[in-house]
């Protein structure tokens, strides 16, 4: 029964995947801003320009999109190169997570659960693992260093963990303060503080002078920036440990904690203090991410990640720990430590066929496209920023993206942005704006209302052809209002 409880996440994740894969709508709200980011690439042109409507990225670093941008040029420009990437990364983590339990434990069994409870926590991670988003490949290159540094094997080892910390970074920037603990576990070695540091210094700082100077000064404004200029959400603050950590990993954490207890009753402290600084960075750098608005479950990935690894080897040690009883004790406390990890699972259920698209999905995008496909001129859908594209028409800035700059900035580039917004309102530069909600001002001197009329789509109910991810702020996603050009006075 434990073993079933273990596998089934894993088979469940599989199925879901299969299903969805080629959805060729959004599974989540801004996974076509990331295929129009790979088009960027793929046209030759630079990711961090100064915001416009034109174009506008995303608060990562780049080298999600690059190595989309390769598989997007043998398979084609669309949604599966990207999520097939995700895929593939969230598979490699699992292999690493299995292999870190299984080393330390030497125990199969423990390495199945830390994979199966990863896989679990699927849902409450937003069903982020196969969108094409950067999260799973970030995670598994932060994974693969932290890999090789618990089971270095001389200088060449330091060196890769080195290098997958440096690909962590390149794809989502949080990796740095992920990793950071872990450096003062290092100290006990000088030759791999040495060599990380080494590396952090001139592939990371050197890198990003370097993309800065590339980018006229874009780069950091995207990526540094206007991430530390989000405000906090406070509720955050305590929700992080009551609600995403202890809410749903409570057991997990137990025996984590258990793990983490008996490393310290041990004579070599070498565990523990790899063991705690990891989760302090893993579970740190996903708390800081938590507090910022706009922060989702997505950020969850590295702890649950981490909670995960220690769960298995918790697990192992708890089943060692009943060798000191009688038999009849012994057995006892084994089918407990077997329920209460089974009680874990059974937690984390849900409802698989809630996060796969249905045919009436499929049809109202059709339905949409057919639309955007009868509208002569260029169309901004900021909400869905790639699904002008799939009729043959330009893109404009994805909403998320414009956002990101009005909320993070008070300077030229807002002002810039915002009267930029209005102009084409006021022009009527766009022979329709399609939007999910109200549209928003993008001047106090200009109403859209005096220069386009507003229509609803038609849809047959509330959640027909809404992005079907969990993502706890955001809801109704879907284009819901179309904004005409009224006819110029005479």
Sequence with gaps: MLIISAISPILIYLLIVI?????????????????????QILMGNMIYVQPSLNFIPFLYTPLYYYISAVAAGLFGLGYIPLRAISFLSSLGCFVIIYLIVKKETASSLAGILAVGLFAATYEITGTWFDLARVDSLFLLFLLLSIYFIKFANGIRSYFIAGLFLCLSFYTK??????????????????KSLLVLTSMIIILIGGGVLFLD?????????????????????????????TKDILGYLAI??????????????????????????????????????????????????PAYAVISILFGMGFHTLQDQ???????????????????????????????????????????????????????????????????????????????????????????????????????????????????????EGNEDVTIDDYYTKYSFYFPDENVFQPIVWSDPWHDLRPNYIYLPKPDEK
């Design 173 to 190: 920037q949080i990796a740095l303060l992920s990793y950071l603990p872990l450096l003062l576990y290092c100290k006990s070695t000088k």
């Design 322 to 440: 009943t060798r000191l009883f009688e038999p009849i004790k012994a057995k006892l406390l084994e089918t407990s430590i077997y329920l209460a990890c089974i009680m874990q699972f059974f937690c984390l259920l849900y409802n698989p066929f809630s996060y796969i698209p249905k045919q009436v999905d499929l049809e109202a995008g059709r339905a949409v496209l057919n639309i955007i496909g009868n509208i002569q001129g260029n169309i901004f859908c900021p909400a869905s920023n790639f699904l002008p594209h799939l009729m043959g028409k330009k893109t404009f800035a994805h909403g998320c993206a414009i956002w990101d700059v009005l909320r993070g900035d008070n300077g030229s580039a807002k002002e810039n942005l915002l009267n930029e917004i209005a102009q084409a309102v006021k022009e009527k530069q766009f022979a329709a704006i399609i939007v999910d909600r109200e549209w928003p």
């Design 252 to 301: 997990a954490c137990s025996m984590s904690l258990f793990y983490l207890i008996i490393q310290f009753s041990n004579s070599d402290k070498k565990n523990l203090a790899f063991y705690s600084l990891l989760a302090v960075g893993m579970l740190g750098g996903a708390w800081v991410s938590r507090l910022h608005i706009g922060g989702i479950q997505n950020v969850l990935m």
């Design 19 to 39: 299903a969805r894969i080629h959805y060729p709508f959004d599974l989540e709200c801004i996974e076509g801003g990331s295929v129009i980011n790979v088009q």
């Design 213 to 241: 100077y590339v980018h006229d000064g874009w780069f950091s404004y995207y990526t540094f920036f206007l991430p530390t200029h989000h405000s906090i959400e406070k509720k955050a603050i305590v929700n992080f440990l």
